[in-house]
């Protein structure tokens, strides 16, 4: 295995350790982020650019901080007592049958074998994605605007303070 | 001229030649480093004097004059100033609040700065001579790098456990995500026009003649003039200058979210923000104002790199300017300004971009007037015309402003 | 290839076990934003590794799967708001009344 890839895989999957197992709120979604910029690093490294960038430019620059601020308005910034899991063995179980199955699959999988080792750096153009957008994908576009107003709308609607509406 | 104009691009071929050829690109990235990290920091230490002289001067005041050269009678002006700043920052103690959450408060100040030099290293500072040049996604790398200057301020601000610090940064995070949309939406238009994300060819692309004698800048088009406006004010909400420097407004929050640094922290804070200031000045000069291109074909034989960092020189220039000029607005003020004025004007000259490259066969003297008049009527609308039309302004003082008692208590 | 699907299978089940067992609502939201990103890893990797990258399938799904999940965070983080404001507290098990 290539060392760059194994600290990266490494870092990402420590960070999500981190994340899910922290106590303070703030040190979670701050180990989220680390996990989620080493994700962009491996898209970069399997050549797709864009999407690696448009992940930072997304995760880091406007959902980590929205999670943030949503952890200090829930007044989440201090570390809780008590515990923070509910019947944490039987989850874990769980997920661990849960990895176990898909790792099986992966293994057992013939469609794998088949794959090139490593195939030649495919041309990612940026204009062939924008073509890509406004030419067959033009109505999924179209739809994910709407999605995105409606979310926005939503969002405030839903966080809005309760008192207008007593 | 030429090799004026390559001596720096010849001076790094020559130089990495020495290396064996496996190890060359390695050598060539590290050269680009070391320069990066020699000149940009070198340009922040004349700029701190340089602000302290001019806002002096603004003020009617000397300024700093008195440090020169040790144990010689030689004062260069006060220009010695920056280095005794150094030494005093990096001697000071580094003193951490007792409730501080440690490894969040030090990781912080280099949040802001490695991101800070990343982003420089992908602005072409003259022909050939950007660092890294990613063909496909410049721009949307300058940009997703700069999202992580909220992401330290917010550590900063959070883990020093100070009313002001988390003020500041709450304020700082909400206007950096406000004036990213227009500053994200008024570069989009060069995008369109230039069809690339690569700031180097966005670059090249504004070499070419116009009007005789003019290069083709970006700025000198409609859409280009109103898009360099918006980028230029959102670039100083950005990097949180006045007149948008709520986020450490001195007089109300005593330094915003660096106000538990002290020593080379407080340092690394400020050079962050100061290489922010350069990288987004650098992005606007490479957007609108030619790159590294001469105004005028005449002067086609200045070397490149001195047309960029002359620009720089200007655009720093100007921010001084603005901050000894400009009152800092109010937190409502600001947040209008970016939601209510700047965000439309930026999707207004988005169709205007539109329609100037549609209209491209069309003679100048009608191609224009219409684009000015697409850009006009919603600046007049925006700025004045909804509020003289449905309310009249109104400007209260401090006398009538005092409510009396019985409406105070049925008040919000 | 292999790698990379087991690292993204790695994330899947790092969040899953978090969306279970965490009781702070935006830790679940942490956990499934976790979960869908190990999908685009998976997407990316398939893409890079499948018979036609030319085509950009992989990509483009990660750029809507994106979108898609920033409008999910708001959302999400509006009702968790939403429910502190209701219950004071951002526990999930303690915001199981039915009664307003």
Same mark, same amino acid.
């Given at each position: 295995?290539?060392?760059?890839? /194994?600290?990266?895989? #490494?870092?990402? $999957?420590? *960070? !999500? &350790?981190? %994340? @899910?197992?922290?106590?303070?709120?703030?040190? +979670?979604?701050?180990?989220?982020?680390?996990?989620?910029?080493?994700?962009?690093?491996?898209?970069?490294?399997?050549?797709?650019?864009?999407?690696?960038?448009?992940?930072?430019?997304?995760?880091?620059?406007?959902?980590?901080?929205?999670?943030?601020?949503?952890?200090?308005?829930?007044?989440?910034?201090?570390?809780?007592?008590?515990?923070?899991?509910? /019947?944490?063995?039987? #989850?874990?179980? $769980?997920? *661990? !049958? &849960?990895? %176990? @199955?898909?790792?099986?699959?992966?293994?057992? +999988?013939?469609?794998?074998?088949?794959?090139?080792?490593?195939?030649?750096?495919?041309?990612?153009?940026?204009?062939?994605?924008?073509?890509?957008?406004?030419?067959?994908?033009?109505?999924?576009?179209?739809?994910?605007?709407?999605?995105?107003?409606?979310?926005?709308?939503?969002?405030?609607?839903?966080?809005?303070?309760?008192?207008?509406?007593? | 001229?030429?090799?004026?104009?390559?001596?720096?691009?010849?001076?790094?071929?020559?130089?990495?030649?020495?290396?064996?050829?496996?190890?060359?690109?390695?050598?060539?990235?590290?050269?680009?480093?070391?320069?990066?990290?020699?000149?940009?920091?070198?340009?922040?230490?004349?700029?701190?004097?340089?602000?302290?002289?001019?806002?002096?001067?603004?003020?009617?005041?000397?300024?700093?004059?008195?440090?020169?050269?040790?144990?010689?009678?030689?004062?260069?002006?006060?220009?010695?100033?920056?280095?005794?700043?150094?030494?005093?920052?990096?001697?000071?103690?580094?003193?951490?609040?007792?409730?501080?959450?440690?490894?969040?408060?030090?990781?912080?100040?280099?949040?802001?700065?490695?991101?800070?030099?990343?982003?420089?290293?992908?602005?072409?500072?003259?022909?050939?001579?950007?660092?890294?040049?990613?063909?496909?996604?410049?721009?949307?790398?300058?940009?997703?790098?700069?999202?992580?200057?909220?992401?330290?301020?917010?550590?900063?601000?959070?883990?020093?456990?100070?009313?002001?610090?988390?003020?500041?940064?709450?304020?700082?995070?909400?206007?950096?995500?406000?004036?990213?949309?227009?500053?994200?939406?008024?570069?989009?238009?060069?995008?369109?026009?230039?069809?690339?994300?690569?700031?180097?060819?966005?670059?090249?692309?504004?070499?070419?003649?116009?009007?005789?004698?003019?290069?083709?800048?970006?700025?000198?088009?409609?859409?280009?003039?109103?898009?360099?406006?918006?980028?230029?004010?959102?670039?100083?909400?950005?990097?949180?200058?006045?007149?948008?420097?709520?986020?450490?407004?001195?007089?109300?929050?005593?330094?915003?979210?660096?106000?538990?640094?002290?020593?080379?922290?407080?340092?690394?804070?400020?050079?962050?923000?100061?290489?922010?200031?350069?990288?987004?000045?650098?992005?606007?000069?490479?957007?609108?104002?030619?790159?590294?291109?001469?105004?005028?074909?005449?002067?086609?034989?200045?070397?490149?790199?001195?047309?960029?960092?002359?620009?720089?020189?200007?655009?720093?220039?100007?921010?001084?300017?603005?901050?000894?000029?400009?009152?800092?607005?109010?937190?409502?003020?600001?947040?209008?300004?970016?939601?209510?004025?700047?965000?439309?004007?930026?999707?207004?000259?988005?169709?205007?971009?539109?329609?100037?490259?549609?209209?491209?066969?069309?003679?100048?003297?009608?191609?224009?007037?219409?684009?000015?008049?697409?850009?006009?009527?919603?600046?007049?609308?925006?700025?004045?015309?909804?509020?003289?039309?449905?309310?009249?302004?109104?400007?209260?003082?401090?006398?009538?402003?005092?409510?009396?008692?019985?409406?105070?208590?049925?008040?919000? | 290839?292999?790698?990379?699907?087991?690292?993204?299978?790695?994330?899947?089940?790092?969040?899953?076990?978090?969306?279970?067992?965490?009781?702070?609502?935006?830790?679940?939201?942490?956990?499934?934003?976790?979960?869908?990103?190990?999908?685009?890893?998976?997407?990316?990797?398939?893409?890079?590794?499948?018979?036609?990258?030319?085509?950009?399938?992989?990509?483009?799904?990660?750029?809507?799967?994106?979108?898609?999940?920033?409008?999910?965070?708001?959302?999400?983080?509006?009702?968790?708001?939403?429910?502190?404001?209701?219950?004071?507290?951002?526990?999930?098990?303690?915001?199981?009344?039915?009664?307003?």
């Amino acid at each position: 295995m290539n060392p760059i890839f /194994a600290i990266l895989a #490494g870092v990402t $999957v420590g *960070a !999500a &350790v981190a %994340a @899910m197992a922290l106590r303070n709120l703030v040190h +979670s979604v701050l180990c989220l982020t680390v996990s989620l910029v080493g994700l962009a690093l491996l898209y970069l490294r399997l050549g797709a650019e864009f999407a690696g960038f448009v992940q930072i430019l997304v995760y880091v620059g406007a959902v980590a901080i929205l999670i943030m601020f949503a952890v200090l308005l829930t007044r989440g910034g201090e570390a809780p007592p008590g515990r923070i899991a509910n /019947a944490p063995w039987s #989850g874990l179980a $769980v997920a *661990a !049958a &849960v990895f %176990a @199955m898909i790792a099986w699959a992966i293994a057992r +999988s013939p469609a794998l074998r088949g794959m090139a080792k490593d195939p030649a750096q495919p041309p990612l153009s940026v204009k062939a994605i924008g073509d890509k957008l406004t030419g067959d994908l033009v109505l999924p576009l179209q739809v994910v605007a709407l999605l995105l107003t409606a979310a926005l709308v939503g969002g405030v609607v839903i966080a809005m303070s309760e008192k207008e509406t007593e | 001229m030429a090799s004026l104009d390559q001596i720096f691009v010849a001076l790094k071929d020559w130089l990495v030649a020495f290396v064996p050829v496996a190890l060359q690109p390695l050598a060539g990235a590290l050269l680009s480093i070391v320069a990066i990290m020699a000149v940009f920091p070198g340009i922040f230490a004349l700029t701190t004097v340089v602000e302290r002289k001019l806002l002096a001067r603004f003020q009617n005041r000397p300024g700093p004059n008195r440090v020169g050269i040790p144990l010689t009678k030689i004062r260069l002006a006060g220009f010695g100033q920056f280095a005794a700043d150094g030494i005093k920052s990096l001697t000071k103690e580094d003193i951490v609040p007792r409730n501080a959450d440690r490894i969040v408060h030090f990781v912080a100040p280099f949040v802001l700065v490695a991101p800070a030099f990343l982003s420089l290293s992908v602005v072409p500072v003259g022909r050939n001579m950007a660092a890294l040049d990613f063909r496909e996604t410049g721009l949307l790398f300058f940009f997703a790098v700069g999202a992580a200057t909220e992401l330290s301020v917010f550590m900063a601000g959070w883990s020093s456990r100070n009313k002001y610090s988390l003020l500041g940064a709450m304020r700082g995070i909400a206007q950096m995500l406000s004036y990213e949309l227009p500053l994200i939406l008024s570069s989009l238009v060069v995008v369109m026009m230039a069809g690339t994300l690569s700031l180097a060819t966005i670059a090249e692309r504004q070499s070419g003649v116009q009007w005789g004698v003019v290069h083709s800048w970006h700025v000198f088009t409609p859409w280009g003039f109103a898009g360099f406006l918006i980028f230029l004010t959102a670039a100083c909400a950005e990097s949180n200058r006045t007149p948008f420097d709520l986020p450490e407004a001195e007089s109300e929050l005593v330094a915003g979210y660096f106000t538990e640094y002290s020593g080379f922290k407080f340092a690394l804070f400020f050079l962050g923000e100061y290489l922010g200031m350069f990288a987004i000045s650098g992005v606007a000069i490479t957007l609108f104002l030619g790159g590294w291109n001469a105004p005028f074909t005449f002067l086609d034989w200045v070397p490149s790199w001195m047309w960029f960092f002359g620009k720089l020189v200007g655009f720093i220039l100007f921010f001084i300017w603005l901050r000894a000029t400009l009152p800092r607005l109010r937190v409502d003020q600001l947040m209008d300004l970016a939601w209510k004025f700047m965000l439309p004007m930026s999707l207004v000259n988005l169709v205007v971009a539109g329609v100037w490259h549609l209209a491209a066969s069309w003679p100048h003297l009608l191609r224009w007037p219409l684009c000015v008049a697409i850009l006009a009527l919603p600046y007049w609308l925006l700025s004045r015309g909804f509020q003289t039309r449905f309310k009249t302004r109104t400007y209260r003082f401090a006398e009538e402003s005092r409510p009396a008692p019985a409406t105070a208590a049925a008040g919000p | 290839m292999t790698p990379y699907l087991i690292v993204s299978a790695l994330l899947f089940s790092i969040g899953f076990a978090g969306v279970l067992t965490r009781r702070n609502a935006i830790l679940v939201l942490v956990g499934v934003e976790l979960m869908l990103n190990a999908a685009n890893l998976n997407f990316v990797a398939f893409w890079r590794h499948g018979p036609n990258p030319a085509a950009l399938d992989g990509v483009m799904f990660v750029v809507f799967a994106i979108a898609v999940a920033a409008a999910e965070a708001a959302v999400g983080l509006a009702l968790v708001i939403a429910i502190h404001r209701h219950c004071r507290s951002g526990n999930v098990d303690e915001a199981s009344g039915m009664k307003g």
